[in-house]
């Protein structure tokens, strides 16, 4: 009999919320036990994934699964279903480019479900799976985390070691809001390298707007190119200290530009529902490929978070019940948003707009804002047309298939 979930789960909202674990030494070396054991196991699986070229989570269930409990000692029956799910998930978007088996760190995350934890509300405290027995561990958090798990529904976890501490990420479901309708238009984004982020409305993220150390973009370049002239000057050093420098610097601009890209996103989520209107971004996938950049500018382009932007607007835009669309970037910086010409001469400078038929002059971000948001009015109006059989339409609804004709066999 298939497991079917809840309304909430299947139509919610995904979030993650962060526990901090305080096991006892003992607890700790069972946790730790646990995760080189499951991370053992994933290697196991995955080898024998790759050479038998079968990555389907049912048929390598079939394949690896007892095979996997004989070479691991120690092994629960549901760590290894978990770990064999693990290799598949690992597979399933990278197989094209893996020339190798996937191989598992010895200390990576571990996933843990419902069969391998279960909470303790009233304790505070969590029981978790380990190779020698369960172990019950205590758990805090922020205020709002701790409600978000005794009131939401529940998922799959990731037990985490990170810098002397014992980190659970819960993913739990949020109840989706009804979307309203952009009655005010849309806010449109063009995202750049120069510009991180220029809204419709001439804001221009991170700058002003955005309270914080980071002073502007030009500051955010200046910083990044300091990091990379220093990632440079220790690596071709290459001595123990500077190996140690660069593990204590690892990450830091990736957090920096994560934090960043938050708060963008929270500043047009805002904006938007403020207004009432809508949120319109260009749809910038594959945009790596279509770029052709010079040698030295190849470092910028690959190392651009337009994607994490996006991924960030769009899901807080669907906890606040703001519509969202994605529009064709083509020539949103060339044409003009009042006659509609599109000319490459109208950008006489990177930065300058000036339309040669209507004379609109202005900054070019600020331009191909204003078109993303006319393109994001269009757009929406194309999702919600109706279908032709007077039912919803079937981009937004699966169900909504014409009836069945009443002559049919």
């Known amino acids: 009999m298939a497991i079917r979930r809840s309304a909430t789960k299947r139509h919610g909202l995904p979030t993650i919320v962060q526990l901090r674990l305080t096991p006892t030494p003992a607890q700790a070396d069972a946790l730790a036990a646990a995760v080189l054991l499951c991370n053992q196991a994933a290697t196991v699986v995955s080898r024998l994934a790759w050479e038998h070229r079968?990555?389907?989570?049912?048929?390598?269930?079939?394949?690896?699964?007892?095979?996997?409990?004989?070479?691991?000692?120690?092994?629960?029956?549901?760590?290894?279903?978990?770990?064999?799910?693990?290799?598949?998930?690992?597979?399933?978007?990278?197989?094209?480019?893996?020339?190798?088996?996937?191989?598992?760190?010895?200390?990576?995350?571990?996933?843990?479900?419902?069969?391998?934890?279960?909470?303790?509300?009233?304790?505070?405290?969590?029981?978790?799976?380990?190779?020698?027995?369960?172990?019950?561990?205590?758990?805090?958090?922020?205020?709002?985390?701790?409600?978000?798990?005794?009131?939401?529904?529940?998922?799959?976890?990731?037990?985490?070691?990170?810098?002397?501490?014992?980190?659970?990420?819960?993913?739990?479901?949020?109840?989706?809001?009804?979307?309203?309708?952009?009655?005010?238009?849309?806010?449109?984004?063009?995202?750049?390298?120069?510009?991180?982020?220029?809204?419709?409305?001439?804001?221009?993220l991170p700058g002003p707007a955005l309270?914080?150390?980071?002073?502007?973009?030009?500051?955010?370049?200046?910083?990044?190119?300091?990091?990379?002239?220093?990632?440079?000057?220790?690596?071709?050093?290459?001595?123990?200290?500077a190996r140690r420098v660069l593990r204590r610097l690892s990450s830091r601009e990736h957090r920096m530009m994560t934090d960043l890209n938050h708060q963008i996103s929270k500043f047009v989520v805002r904006e938007a529902e403020r207004t009432g209107r809508g949120i319109a971004l260009e749809d910038l996938q594959g945009i790596r490929g279509r770029v052709r950049a010079h040698r030295f500018q190849r470092r910028t382009l690959h190392s651009w978070a337009f994607a994490q932007q996006i991924a960030f607007t769009r899901y807080k835009a669907a906890r606040a019940g703001i519509a969202f669309v994605l529009v064709d970037p083509a020539y949103t910086s060339q044409a003009c948003p009042d006659c509609g010409h599109i000319s490459r001469a109208n950008r006489p400078a990177r930065g300058r707009f000036v339309c040669t038929r209507c004379g609109l002059a202005g900054h070019a971000d600020h331009i191909a804002a204003r078109n993303i948001a006319t393109r994001g009015v269009a757009g929406w109006a194309a999702i919600n047309q109706p279908h032709a059989t007077g039912l919803p339409s079937p981009r937004r609804d699966r169900e909504s298939k014409p009836p069945d004709s009443a002559g049919g066999s």
């Not at 088996?101 to 909470?119: E, K, N």
């Open 54 to 204: 079968t990555f389907a989570v049912v048929e390598l269930h079939r394949l690896a699964y007892y095979e996997v409990r004989g070479q691991v000692a120690g092994l629960g029956a549901q760590a290894a279903v978990r770990a064999i799910a693990r290799v598949a998930g690992a597979y399933a978007n990278r197989r094209a480019t893996k020339k190798r088996a996937h191989i598992f760190r010895p200390h990576g995350a571990v996933p843990y479900d419902a069969r391998l934890m279960s909470f303790n509300r009233d304790a505070r405290t969590v029981s978790l799976w380990t190779p020698t027995g369960r172990v019950t561990v205590p758990y805090t958090g922020r205020p709002e985390d701790l409600k978000a798990i005794d009131t939401l529904p529940r998922g799959e976890a990731d037990l985490i070691y990170r810098r002397g501490m014992w980190l659970l990420l819960v993913v739990l479901t949020l109840p989706k809001p009804v979307v309203r309708e952009p009655v005010g238009g849309f806010l449109g984004v063009d995202q750049g390298v120069a510009n991180l982020a220029v809204t419709s409305d001439g804001a221009v």
């Open 211 to 241: 309270a914080g150390p980071v002073g502007g973009n030009g500051h955010v370049r200046t910083l990044r190119e300091r990091r990379h002239r220093q990632r440079r000057r220790l690596q071709k050093k290459g001595t123990a200290a």
